[in-house]
């Protein structure tokens, strides 16, 4: 009786040494680069090396006086700021209709918004470039937006309608039986309800908008440099250690930012 | 009695059809003119892409990457989702908030890392010839891109993952392994077809974020290793050949959304095998 039974656990047990051996490899892959950035930007010294032979915050200070990287930063920050308020606005409207309505019609609404997630956003790009110089206009900050709000939306849409199916309706029948109108219910009941979903939209939104390079390439105008394209070109070509600086920042404020995120709104369930 | 709430589906609407369906068409229209005028028309690009090569062999070269980049990620994924989701619920949150960072951290940023990780002085190197060993060429290497593509994306594989094993009936399992049916049985003929719904879209997410991964491309790629979306992006700015790169773009999408079709029309039969 007793030899099946160490057979099965046997089994059991490669199983989960199997598993646990891929996902430990894959976690320190996940997690690993991060930790390398962060490390990286203390160095104390003129090179890249890792690990950094001694750490100080020298790069850091290097920073206060890089006015072009500052420029870059403010300039993707202000696109981001906006791409978020109206992906905000537009997404979690169209989500309340998505939410609730079998049209067709919306249906379709849903596929086209969803689209580009998966379309190459280079392609699109140049798509949006090509016809705003066709219809006689030149690349600007409103068109920028705009192209990144095409880009970002999907994550406020996603996030929100989830929370909305979620949302249970005999809420709304009890609200506007109690007198209030649409306005009154959507602010004082659905709006509260679905704020974790819309809060976490927002920031992976924002976070994506802040991050861009397809759109930006083709969309940005002459004058204004976008941060993540700065640091493209200075990691393409002259390496310094005042990148790494605002990687290493970057890094930061993103993590604090996911722990807030996490702490007000639940982020890690909100993406599920 | 509640109102129809379809209406509010319109701003967005109007924004995508003036500023994505319009210029798409637009893209398409440009792909078959004559120059940058879109007044005569030709497929002329068309032709010389589908007859040169070098051009098709981007095309081929790139779908081949995503799939690499996708099995690895399925590879070392699926254990992250089988695993979180057996975990506590507050386990579950560390590992859903590791596996997120990465692609909430600046794609630049993540591509940076991996410079310094795989460089000819980097992490790797440096263990690696502490045995004594030649350097690696990792980056500007197909391999390496591999690499870093699956670091990149692995979320997005991920998490549907988990969504499908978290939803399914634990009873089943032990159902299976009632029934006499070892730990890795149960794997293979239970718990991986019930999660395949999962798995497909996991693997649509991966793949088209692989395929169309501009920076990881062409940083860690370098200029001699050319992908599809450098290609389009060197044809518009670099050649100022607008039509070619419509044309480019058109075939690209295309590709893509043949490739989503695909997987889509196998993951709903997906679905009806695993409700059978």
């Keep these: ?272 | 009695m509640t109102k129809d709430d379809s209406p509010l589906v319109l701003p967005l609407a109007a924004l995508f059809v003036a500023l994505f369906i319009a210029p798409l068409c637009v893209l398409v229209a440009l792909s078959l003119a004559k120059d940058a005028n879109i007044a005569s028309f030709t497929a002329a690009s068309y032709v010389k892409f589908f007859t040169d090569s070098f051009n098709y062999s981007i095309l081929f070269e790139t779908l081949l990457l995503g799939l690499k980049a996708t099995l690895v990620c399925l590879v070392f994924g699926y254990p992250i989702a089988w695993i979180c989701a057996r975990s506590s619920a507050r386990l579950q949150s560390i590992i859903v908030f590791l596996v997120i960072l990465p692609i909430l951290t600046s794609v630049v940023v993540r591509t940076f890392a991996w410079i310094v990780i795989l460089g000819r002085q980097g992490v790797i190197n440096q263990v690696w010839t502490s045995f004594g060993f030649e350097p690696l060429r990792l980056l500007y290497t197909e391999a390496g891109v591999v690499m870093v593509l699956a670091q990149v994306q692995m979320p997005l594989m991920v998490l549907p993952i988990l969504t499908v094993l978290g939803k399914m009936d634990p009873n089943l399992g032990d159902a299976s392994r009632v029934l006499g049916a070892g730990e890795w049985r149960t794997l293979w003929r239970v718990t991986i077809p019930l999660s395949l719904p999962g798995v497909i879209a996991g693997c649509i997410l991966t793949y088209t974020a692989c395929i169309t991964a501009f920076v990881t491309q062409t940083l860690i790629g370098g200029a001699r290793l050319i992908y599809m979306p450098l290609n389009i992006y060197q044809q518009a700015i670099g050649a100022n050949n607008w039509p070619f790169a419509a044309a480019l773009s058109v075939i690209f999408m295309v590709a893509v959304l043949v490739i989503v079709g695909v997987l889509n029309a196998v993951g709903r039969r997906s679905e009806t095998y695993g409700r059978a």
């Design chain 1, 1 to 272: 009786m007793a030899a099946p039974r160490t057979a099965v656990d046997i089994e059991a047990l490669s199983l989960r040494i199997v598993f646990g051996v891929l996902a430990a490899i894959a976690m320190v892959f996940l997690v690993g680069p991060t930790i390398v950035v962060i490390l990286t930007s203390f160095t104390a010294s003129e090179s890249l090396r890792f690990p950094p032979s001694g750490l100080s915050l020298r790069w850091y200070w290097a920073l206060l006086d890089a006015d072009q990287m500052q420029r870059a930063a403010w300039a993707s920050l202000i696109v981001a700021f906006w791409t978020t308020i109206i992906s905000v606005v537009l997404g979690t409207a169209a989500s309340l209709a998505i939410a609730r309505s079998s049209s067709k019609w919306v249906r379709a609404a849903d596929v086209l918004f969803m689209s580009p997630l998966l379309l190459p956003a280079l392609a699109f790009g140049f798509a949006a470039l090509v016809f705003i110089s066709r219809m006689g206009f030149s690349p600007s900050l409103t068109f920028l937006v705009l192209g990144h709000v095409i880009v970002c939306v999907p994550f406020v849409l996603r996030t929100t309608t989830a929370s909305l199916t979620q949302l249970d309706p005999a809420l709304l029948d009890a609200s506007q039986s109690l007198g209030a109108g649409g306005v009154m219910t959507f602010r004082r009941v659905t709006l509260p309800l679905i704020a974790p979903g819309v809060a976490s939209g927002a920031f992976l939104a924002f976070m994506a908008s802040f991050d861009n390079v397809p759109v930006s390439l083709f969309l940005s105008d002459e004058r204004t440099e976008m941060l993540p394209i700065h640091l493209w070109q200075q990691i393409d070509t002259n390496l310094d250690v005042r990148t790494a600086a605002v990687s290493g920042l970057i890094v930061i404020v993103t993590l604090v930012l996911m722990l807030i995120a996490e702490q007000m709104a639940g982020l890690t369930r909100q993406v599920r």
